[in-house]
Structures are given as structure tokens and as C-alpha cells.
């Protein structure tokens, strides 16, 4: 028997010896990569304490599939968790370039989307897309786990509509890298 879905979804056939589900690839390993998301457990100020919390037992978000690890090699997401000043920004940089191809960002809090209240310091970065490419941004100060939850629920969304193996094998546009190798950060 097979459902009657549109041609982008997975759809279960009944067989003799059980479920197959069939339907295109990019669906089937989205639907594995989504329900995967692994964040990376950094931070650079205050927002922090909030990221930590999103762990905890109230927010749970391991039972969305969401869980932190502590090496950017294992992490599909990186949170811009805290303010962010110019002395931090190249390990902020060093940190994103450890991580694996595919990687998403969520810059955390008002200080990461633009600098926030420190916007005036000489010292603080006017914002986390001027490191890395920001794919979603939180409001607040600090923004709630639940507010981080949605955001890592966002990426998911991101992730789901993704034609994955065009991704895979480069044929997809790269995001533009707001600080090339060698250029001065913007300020
Ligand atoms: S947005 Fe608020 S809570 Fe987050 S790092 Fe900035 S000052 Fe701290």
C-alpha cells in the first residue's frame, strides 16, 4: 500500500515481510542528519549559562536529538553564545574552521547578532557574522533555552529542505565567508 504524498516525501509500503519505506535520498538522510544535531558546548559570556541550561532536564533537548559535544570535530552547530571581543574572535574563527562540512551557526543573544549593549566598546565584535555566516539569529538578552531550542529547531528546518547530495558534491553556492584568510576584520 502506498501513501498518497507528494513526490519529496518518504512514504512506507507494506511488504510481506514487513515496512519499507521508499522516497529519494536527500529525504532519507536529511531525516537522519536533522534528528542528529549535535551543538558544540562553547561560550563567551553570560548567553552561556542559558546554552548549558538548554541540556538540563526542564528544556530537554536531547529528546529532540539535540545534543552538546565538547570538540568542534563532533559538532553540527556552532552557538555564538555570549559577547564577543576582538581578543576572542580568531579562536571564535579557529573554532568554526575545526568543525566538519556541513556546519550551521546560531548567533545567541543580542551581543553575538550585533554586539548588544557593549556595541559602543572598542573591544567587542559588532556582531558574529562578521566571523562566521550566521544562519539564524536569537533575540533577548539572554535569549531562554526555549527560545535556543527553537533556533536549533530552525536549523533543523533548515537541514530538512536541503537537496543534500547537490550539497554533498559542491554543486550547491557556498554562503560567502565574511572573513576570507588574510583579510583584516571588519570593524
Ligand atoms: S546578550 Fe545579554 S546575556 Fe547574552 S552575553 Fe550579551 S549581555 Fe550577556
Same mark, same amino acid.
Given at each position: 500500500?502506498?501513501?498518497?504524498?507528494?513526490?519529496?516525501?518518504?512514504?512506507?509500503?507494506?511488504?510481506?515481510?514487513?515496512?519499507?519505506?521508499?522516497?529519494?535520498?536527500?529525504?532519507?538522510?536529511?531525516?537522519?542528519?536533522?534528528?542528529?544535531?549535535?551543538?558544540?558546548?562553547?561560550?563567551?559570556?553570560?548567553?552561556?549559562?542559558?546554552?548549558?541550561?538548554?541540556?538540563?532536564?526542564?528544556?530537554?533537548?536531547?529528546?529532540?536529538?539535540?545534543?552538546?559535544?565538547?570538540?568542534?570535530?563532533?559538532?553540527?552547530?556552532?552557538?555564538?553564545?555570549?559577547?564577543?571581543?576582538?581578543?576572542?574572535?580568531?579562536?571564535?574563527?579557529?573554532?568554526?574552521?575545526?568543525?566538519?562540512?556541513?556546519?550551521?551557526?546560531?548567533?545567541?543573544?543580542?551581543?553575538?547578532?550585533?554586539?548588544?549593549?557593549?556595541?559602543?566598546?572598542?573591544?567587542?565584535?559588532?556582531? $558574529?557574522? %562578521?566571523?562566521? &555566516? *550566521? /544562519?539564524?539569529?536569537?533575540? +533577548?538578552?539572554?535569549?531562554?533555552?526555549?527560545?535556543?531550542?527553537?533556533?536549533?529547531?530552525?536549523?533543523?528546518?533548515?537541514?530538512?529542505?536541503?537537496?543534500?547530495?547537490?550539497?554533498?558534491? $559542491?554543486? %550547491?553556492?557556498? &554562503? *560567502? /565567508?565574511?572573513?576570507?584568510? +588574510?583579510?583584516?576584520?571588519?570593524?
Amino acid at each position: 500500500m502506498t501513501t498518497d504524498k507528494p513526490e519529496r516525501e518518504l512514504v512506507v509500503e507494506a511488504g510481506p515481510e514487513g515496512g519499507l519505506v521508499v522516497g529519494p535520498i536527500d529525504r532519507l538522510l536529511n531525516l537522519a542528519r536533522k534528528h542528529s544535531l549535535w551543538y558544540m558546548l562553547f561560550g563567551t559570556a553570560c548567553c552561556a549559562i542559558e546554552l548549558m541550561q538548554t541540556g538540563g532536564p526542564r528544556t530537554d533537548a536531547d529528546r529532540f536529538g539535540m545534543v552538546f559535544r565538547s570538540t568542534p570535530r563532533q559538532a553540527d552547530v556552532m552557538l555564538l553564545a555570549g559577547t564577543i571581543t576582538y581578543k576572542m574572535a580568531s579562536r571564535v574563527r579557529l573554532l568554526y574552521e575545526q568543525m566538519a562540512e556541513y556546519r550551521y551557526v546560531i548567533a545567541m543573544g543580542s551581543c553575538a547578532s550585533t554586539g548588544g549593549l557593549f556595541q559602543g566598546s572598542y573591544a567587542v565584535v559588532k556582531g $558574529g557574522d %562578521l566571523i562566521v &555566516p *550566521v /544562519d539564524v539569529y536569537l533575540p +533577548g538578552c539572554p535569549p531562554r533555552p526555549e527560545a535556543l531550542v527553537e533556533g536549533l529547531m530552525l536549523v533543523q528546518q533548515k537541514m530538512e529542505r536541503e537537496p543534500w547530495l547537490k550539497k554533498a558534491h $559542491g554543486k %550547491l553556492p557556498q &554562503p *560567502v /565567508d565574511p572573513w576570507p584568510e +588574510g583579510a583584516e576584520l571588519h570593524r
